[in-house]
């Protein structure tokens, strides 16, 4: 239920214009700007959340917010500082534009424009773990867009700054429970369950930079599907079926026609239930989005990652060179996305109502790094280190090690999140009831439940590709003619060299795999695979010259 929104503040040099929006524990009011003359969004931490904790973690956001703001798709902080009436607040840039969840239920995006707008956030996110922070709330409704349409990523309310004075431990679910049961909300979990991995619901979540991979692809699945990946259209899509589902890997199949097998092989990649088979970076899925939008054709959109020379996907006909992507200082001017030209043929369905909330405020912090460039993801993986905040004691007081957890299911635990925001006697008759009945899902779901990987290989479902012919090579080309037995109408071929140097899929047009480069004497050898449904068959390894 919406609170109703608080009074702004008088601020010198802005005058009031309207209420903007309302977040857990502030709310953002439009303003003037004097001088400059501009309009501002203002973010206000509520009077009754002026707790040292909830301030730290304000000033926190804020300080995040501002090493971040130079990049484009990274909402801009101006000015922070406190009212006359004590409140601390922040002034942004205001994101005049729609935000991607109001878009989506407006109507699908068009698969360019999800592209663009993907590999976009890609950028804004690879940044952000390159610094050192985990947004860990990546959703539709934390992307605004600006005057130019372009996205901005908002709402690092979760993810906030270092704070020297608070020691470094990892936020567990227990503890979170634990603490809504006596009212408090200290070191409450963020959860926005249509978008969270897997992991966020394990009894002491560990996030790291693939888990906001997968979000990233939970968005912008959502934004083309017009509904959340894991909601089933007729089906109970409670808190628990959608963890359930998140779990199990159960992606609701995309129903539109027109989303390439490519684009929805990368995206569940990016959604794989396990972490090691989601891409290592927001900065390989922002790539692997950059080869699909080469694949059809489409101009390249840039990824904007500061100080970072980055060797660009090539097309399928290049043979590398001087088409590196070169990754600039953040300040790039490119073609403004257009407004939404959806092309869905699907009308947009109605996703659960409260899905865009996050479910609880989050008071959990990142230790953050220098900005070393990024290009070790591993790196940056394991210097992130996540850090709580206890709401209800002062900033600098160390925060408890919470109490020892019973065993219990991960859903057990879950169920526990979820009821013991509304009471603790709740909690503790769930999770006995989940235990009792070992945390079987009730629900079958349809639809694929397979582990979601660009890379997943289904020999009995898929037929291997077979050569129509013998390979000829021609100039330093070499043309492998090619078919598919039992072919279905959208079966596409694609091939990549055999060499384990050479991860790149291509996709294959007409009814042979063309190959550049052959050097006479060396052989060439290429794996050819069949795509349907977002699922690769075993490769077809064939050679010129034949063996
Ligand atoms: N820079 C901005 N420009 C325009 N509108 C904004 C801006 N920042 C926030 N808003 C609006 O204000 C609302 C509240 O934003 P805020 O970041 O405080 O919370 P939230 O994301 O809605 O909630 P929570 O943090 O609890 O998930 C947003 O939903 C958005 O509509």
């Known amino acids: 239920m919406r609170r109703t929104a608080s009074t702004p503040p008088e601020l010198r040099g802005y005058s009031y214009v309207r209420l903007l929006g309302s977040g857990g524990f502030s709310d953002v009011f439009l303003y003037d700007q004097q001088l400059p003359k501009r309009r501002v969004a203002v973010k206000v931490l509520l009077l009754d959340e002026l707790t040292p904790a909830n301030r730290a973690a304000f000033v926190a956001e804020a300080n995040l917010m501002a090493q971040l703001s130079a990049h484009p798709y990274i909402v801009t902080i101006y000015h922070a500082d406190v009212a006359d009436d004590d409140r601390p607040y922040f002034v942004m840039e205001y994101c005049s534009g729609p935000s991607l969840a109001e878009r989506y239920k407006q109507a699908p995006l068009a698969v360019a424009d999800a592209l663009r707008t993907g590999v976009r956030l890609s950028s804004a996110v690879h940044t952000a773990h390159g610094a050192g922070i985990l947004h860990r709330d990546i959703k ?10 372009w996205p901005a ?4 309310g979760i993810s906030s700054a270092v704070d020297d004075a608070i020691p470094a431990h990892t936020t567990t679910v227990a503890g979170a429970v634990a603490d809504t049961s006596t009212g408090g909300t200290s070191g409450q979990v963020g959860l926005s369950v249509p978008w969270s991995p897997p992991e966020m619901f394990e009894d002491d ?8 991979v997968f979000s990233l692809a939970a968005t912008i699945w959502t934004v083309l599907a017009g509904q959340t990946p894991f909601e089933v259209r007729g089906r109970s899509n409670g808190t628990l079926d959608l963890i359930g589902r998140i779990e199990r890997g159960a992606i609701t199949p995309m129903d539109r026609t027109d989303i390439p097998r490519s684009l929805i092989a990368v995206l569940q990649k990016g959604m794989a239930t396990e972490r090691e088979d989601r891409f290592a970076t927001a900065l390989d899925f922002g790539r692997a989005l950059q080869r699909v939008e080469m694949e059809l054709g489409y101009a390249r959109t840039e990824l904007e990652v500061p100080n970072l020379h980055l060797e660009a996907p090539q097309r399928p006909a290049d043979t590398g060179g001087d088409d590196e992507t070169r990754v600039r200082q953040v300040a790039t001017i490119e073609a403004q996305p257009l407004p939404a030209a959806p092309s869905a043929p699907s009308p947009a369905p109605s996703p659960a109502p409260s899905a865009d909330e996050t479910r609880v405020r989050s008071s959990t912090t990142i230790q953050a790094q220098p900005a070393a460039p990024a290009a070790e993801p591993a790196a940056v993986a394991e210097q992130t280190v996540v850090r709580p905040r206890g709401a209800a004691a002062p900033a600098d007081a160390p925060v408890a090690e919470p109490a020892a957890a019973e065993p219990r299911s991960r859903r057990g635990v879950i169920v526990g999140i979820v009821v013991g925001v509304v009471a603790a006697i709740v909690v503790a008759a ?6 009792l009945f070992g945390g079987t ?12 990987s660009a890379d997943a290989v289904v020999p009995q479902a898929l037929p291997v590709p077979e050569l129509s012919g013998t390979p000829t090579a021609d100039a330093g080309t070499v043309t492998f003619p090619v078919m598919i037995p039992d072919p279905e109408d959208d079966d596409q071929l694609v091939w990549k060299l055999d060499r384990a140097d050479e991860p790149q899929l291509h996709p294959v047009s007409g009814d042979a795999v063309v190959v550049d480069g052959y050097v006479e004497g060396t052989p060439l050898c290429v794996q050819i695979m069949v795509l349907r449904s977002g699922k690769t068959s075993e490769p077809l390894v064939t050679c010129y010259p034949p063996a």
């Open 140 to 149: 539709p409704a934390n992307v605004l867009s600006n005057d130019y349409g």
């Open 441 to 452: 899902p009730t629900e079958p779901d349809p639809g694929p439940t397979t582990r979601p």
């Open 430 to 435: 769930v999770v006995v009831g989940v235990v």
């Open 205 to 212: 979540p560990n996030p790291d930079v693939r888990s906001d």
């Open 153 to 156: 990523l908002t709402d690092f």
